[in-house]
């Protein structure tokens, strides 16, 4: 990850990796995902639903894929060496198919981080507590027309002064999500598209949504967390913060 990467991702809320993940590695990943949901490749008749959820994969192929080289140096720029735990899975798998009827979860959003009850875990504060990275690791062809993941480019400075009221307890992300939708709907529009193997490392905060499928190719990704090993820190003595917590700060307007 270069300099230049690590400014993008301090500046749009995102950075891609093209190919962070090897070609025949993400062809092992989609074939696993395939067989996860019982529809045939070549047969868009079995495709039944227009959102399948596949939960935590941890075959050796999405072991893999959690950690090449390129990603590890990544997580190192981005988050802090020392800051973040390897993924010995990948989880969280909206496949998207062409399909007659519309799916109910296309909303404006940030992604939730942990629970107050054990039970529910749609709870984030401005430390983005349990959360360091967003991560959308591309499973297939994915074009404008194959659903893909929109984003409010910029939009995770909208973010923080949302959640600053709220405190270390932090807030259902449920709550605010009308406020964080109206505070970041100035923002230009990226659509998440690319090659299997390509992999978008995303800010905590940054506000996306999932769209309806108009194409004709489904679309596999995996959308998981990376975990922080240590929180994220807001006031530093030694000023070494991380990228993200730059960004947090700048979101604050601190400096």
Same mark, same amino acid.
């Given at each position: 990850?270069?300099?230049?990467?690590?400014?993008?991702?301090?500046?749009?809320?995102?950075?891609?990796?093209?190919?962070?993940?090897?070609?025949? /590695?993400?062809?092992?990943?989609?074939?696993?995902?395939?067989?996860? /949901?019982?529809?045939?490749?070549?047969?868009?008749?079995?495709?039944?639903?227009?959102?399948?959820?596949?939960?935590?994969?941890?075959?050796?192929?999405?072991?893999?894929?959690?950690?090449?080289?390129?990603?590890?140096?990544?997580?190192?720029?981005?988050?802090?060496?020392?800051?973040?735990?390897?993924?010995?899975?990948?989880?969280?798998?909206?496949?998207?198919?062409?399909?007659?009827?519309?799916?109910? $979860?296309?909303?404006?959003?940030?992604?939730?981080?942990?629970?107050?009850?054990?039970?529910?875990?749609?709870?984030?504060?401005?430390?983005?507590?349990?959360?360091?990275?967003?991560? %959308?690791?591309?499973?297939?062809?994915?074009?404008?027309? $194959?659903?893909?993941?929109?984003?409010?480019?910029?939009?995770?400075? $909208?973010?923080?002064?949302?959640?600053?009221?709220?405190?270390?307890?932090?807030?259902?992300?449920?709550?605010?999500?009308?406020?964080?939708?109206?505070? #970041?709907?100035?923002?230009?529009?990226?659509?998440? /598209?690319?090659?299997?193997?390509?992999?978008?490392?995303?800010?905590?905060?940054?506000?996306?949504?999932?769209?309806?499928?108009?194409?004709?190719?489904?679309?596999?990704?995996?959308?998981?967390?990376?975990?922080?090993?240590?929180?994220?820190? %807001?006031?530093?003595?030694?000023?070494?913060? #991380?990228?993200?917590?730059?960004?947090?700060?700048?979101?604050?307007?601190?400096?």
């Amino acid at each position: 990850m270069s300099d230049v990467m690590v400014e993008t991702f301090l500046r749009d809320g995102f950075v891609k990796i093209e190919q962070a993940v090897p070609e025949g /590695t993400a062809r092992a990943c989609a074939e696993l995902l395939w067989a996860e /949901t019982g529809y045939a490749p070549d047969d868009p008749a079995t495709w039944a639903e227009p959102v399948y959820r596949v939960g935590d994969m941890a075959a050796e192929p999405f072991v893999e894929a959690a950690n090449t080289p390129v990603l590890h140096d990544a997580f190192d720029r981005l988050v802090g060496p020392g800051r973040w735990v390897p993924r010995r899975s990948l989880g969280t798998f909206p496949l998207r198919f062409p399909h007659e009827d519309e799916p109910d $979860d296309a909303g404006w959003h940030i992604e939730s981080s942990y629970s107050l009850d054990g039970v529910t875990w749609n709870h984030v504060n401005v430390r983005s507590k349990d959360r360091a990275l967003l991560m %959308l690791f591309l499973f297939s062809e994915v074009g404008e027309q $194959d659903a893909p993941t929109r984003v409010r480019v910029g939009s995770h400075l $909208d973010v923080p002064p949302i959640l600053e009221p709220y405190g270390e307890e932090g807030v259902s992300m449920f709550a605010v999500a009308a406020e964080v939708e109206a505070a #970041s709907a100035h923002r230009p529009l990226a659509y998440a /598209t690319g090659r299997p193997g390509d992999v978008y490392l995303c800010h905590p905060f940054l506000v996306h949504a999932a769209q309806p499928h108009h194409g004709k190719r489904p679309r596999f990704m995996a959308q998981p967390p990376l975990h922080p090993a240590v929180p994220n820190e %807001l006031e530093r003595a030694d000023g070494a913060y #991380s990228p993200v917590e730059i960004a947090i700060r700048e979101g604050l307007r601190r400096h």
